[in-house]
């Protein structure tokens, strides 16, 4: 083996260990040493080479000591604890929605340090104003201190390395070009990803779903799916794909979807299509204002009281969610199904639904055996999934470069 070749071979194997230490400590918290070379399976040695690396670059800390704790001591000597340095670097996650930006600053522990919110409708901004806003919100949060990535969950189609977004039905053309500018004018690194496929990426983080295989079906400003099969996030060849709330659930003069185009799930599950639906107004027109988590508590609330227009609207949603899940039933196989966001709080009510258009819809009625569980605040979650994914960033960065 030649000079080159072995430099080369010890440069990845010192990365390598590089990010298994800095794996453990994201995986445990404060650990010693020795605690960590059990961990990484790595000799006490490199554990402490690399560490004293660590330390001189600011990426992990000496904790105050824990004389409480009998496993931070041996034979009276306190051992010395280590974890991530909190303030090493800093993330910015959050989500863009038809009518708000919502932001969130994370320390490298992954603890939120503040949360800004702005209300703006970004249908009428371009690609560079998007940016300058995202950037002026961030004199909102408690600390300045300057992100090293952003990470966004949008709604609409993602392209695989996070870079660009395809499609969107809550930006303009020119709006969906953000990225690039906020990158430049933040000296950061900035992801966008499907808001969905944010959703899923925070609940494999429970340990009901983690190593599993499930769908994250989002029902709120719009719907979404995020998809994991095996303990894997599911793309397509080429991007976010696993998309639910536009297949065309009814043909011909369907009711309007914020995409523009009639008959889409959306334009029946969505909060703004059961707000709709529940008033009695125009399906082929759009509401003239934002919908509400309180209108849709009421509409819930109306449609538990019995029979009328909230009842069915509510119906009508699991109709629509059932035919979308057929088709991905049809394709993936079927899979349990956490449903989030405002719409959520009304499956009981459209549980049966649900299940008799998949049984209409989907043919392999002994797969139909399926749980489906909710969640309430999808927000939070394409924020936890947007800090899960800026995390990681960030050690590999530490650990391989760029």
């Known amino acids: 083996m030649s000079k080159t070749k072995e430099v080369y071979l010890s440069d990845d194997v010192r990365k390598q260990n590089r990010f298994r230490i800095i794996s453990q400590f994201r995986l445990h918290g404060k650990k010693s040493r020795t605690e960590i070379s059990k961990l990484a399976d790595l000799s006490a040695g490199t554990v402490t080479n690399v560490s004293t690396m660590l330390l001189e670059e600011g990426m992990i800390r000496v904790c105050d000591q824990d004389a409480s704790n009998p496993s931070s001591s041996s034979h009276g000597r306190p051992r010395v604890q280590l974890e991530l340095n909190p303030n090493y670097k800093f993330v910015v996650a959050g989500s863009l929605t038809f009518n708000s930006i919502s932001l969130s600053l994370f320390d ?4 939120k340090i503040s949360t800004v919110q702005e209300k703006v409708m970004l249908e009428t901004m371009d690609g560079d104003e998007i940016a300058e806003f995202i950037l002026l919100m961030l004199k909102g949060f408690d600390v300045e201190v300057a992100p090293s990535i952003f990470v966004l969950g949008v709604q609409g189609l993602t392209k695989n390395n996070g870079k660009e977004i395809l499609w969107s039905p809550i930006l303009s053309e020119s709006g969906m070009k953000f990225a690039e500018r906020l990158s430049q004018i933040s000296n950061a690194e900035v992801t966008v990803a499907n808001d969905s496929a944010m959703i899923a990426r925070s609940l494999s983080k429970d340990k009901a779903y983690a190593d599993g295989t499930f769908g994250a079906v989002l029902m709120s400003y719009g719907i979404g799916l995020g998809l994991y099969i095996d303990g894997q996030p599911f793309q397509g060849a080429k991007s976010s794909a696993s998309e639910l709330g536009h297949i065309s659930f009814k043909d011909g003069d369907g009711a309007l979807c914020r995409c523009k185009k009639h008959g889409c799930v959306e334009a029946y599950a969505s909060d703004y299509a059961i707000w709709r639906r529940a008033k009695g107004l125009d399906p082929h027109a759009l509401p003239d204002r934002p919908v509400t988590s309180e209108d849709i508590a009421q509409i819930i609330e109306d449609a538990r009281q019995g029979e009328g227009p909230a009842r069915e609207a509510i119906r009508e949603a699991g109709r629509a969610i059932g035919f979308g899940l057929a088709i991905m039933f049809g394709l993936f196989d079927a899979f349990p199904v956490v449903f989030v966001g405002r719409g959520a709080q009304a499956l009981d009510l459209m549980d049966e639904e649900i299940r008799k258009s998949l049984n209409e819809h989907f043919r392999f009625h002994d797969q139909l055996d399926i749980n489906f569980t909710k969640e309430s605040d999808a927000l939070i979650h394409v924020e936890n999934g ?17």
């Open 108 to 111: 490298y522990l992954g603890d």
């Open 386 to 402: 947007s800090s899960i994914v800026g995390l990681e960033w960030l050690d590999q960065q530490a650990a391989f470069g760029a």
